[in-house]
């Protein structure tokens, strides 16, 4: 049973930085694409950014795009999404997700803004809190 557990996140003030990481449990073994999702009430899900973890290419959000980095650790299973220079508009649930390659077909920009992993094919993470305050 794969599982991803989310940390880290917070509130901090405009122009400030945090850091989320996700850790991955159960089948670690295995490439995936794996990546960062937020959320806030009444809006649709937007996708952050995104890592093969074979190879560490990544991409990103426009709208993140110079601010926040993504980043892996294979020997802690661990992604992390660095964020800085924090804009009130960051506020969200983050969630972590993954999905095998095999199932991905690829990690990019389509991944990452239409075809994220569903409960069937993927792996989700509870959610984490970020507020960034003005």
């Known amino acids: 049973l794969v599982q991803l557990m989310e940390s880290g996140g917070g509130s901090v003030q405009a122009g400030g930085s945090l850091r989320v990481s996700c850790v991955v449990s159960?089948?670690?073994?295995?490439?995936?694409?794996m990546g960062w999702f937020r959320q806030t009430p009444g809006k649709e899900r937007q996708g952050v950014a995104n890592i093969d973890t074979g190879d560490g290419r990544t991409t990103y959000a426009d709208y993140v795009k110079g601010r926040f980095t993504i980043a892996q650790d294979n020997a802690k299973n661990t992604v992390y999404l660095q964020m800085n220079s924090l804009k009130p508009e960051d506020t969200a649930i983050y969630y972590c997700?993954?999905?095998?390659?095999?199932?991905?077909?690829?990690?990019?920009?389509?991944?990452?803004?239409?075809?994220?992993?569903?409960?069937?094919?993927?792996?989700w993470g509870q959610g984490l809190q970020v507020t960034v305050s003005s």
């Open positions: 159960g089948d670690t073994d295995t490439r995936y694409c």
């Open positions: 997700a993954a999905e095998s390659m095999i199932s991905a077909l690829s990690c990019d920009v389509y991944w990452l803004e239409a075809s994220p992993p569903s409960a069937d094919d993927g792996y």
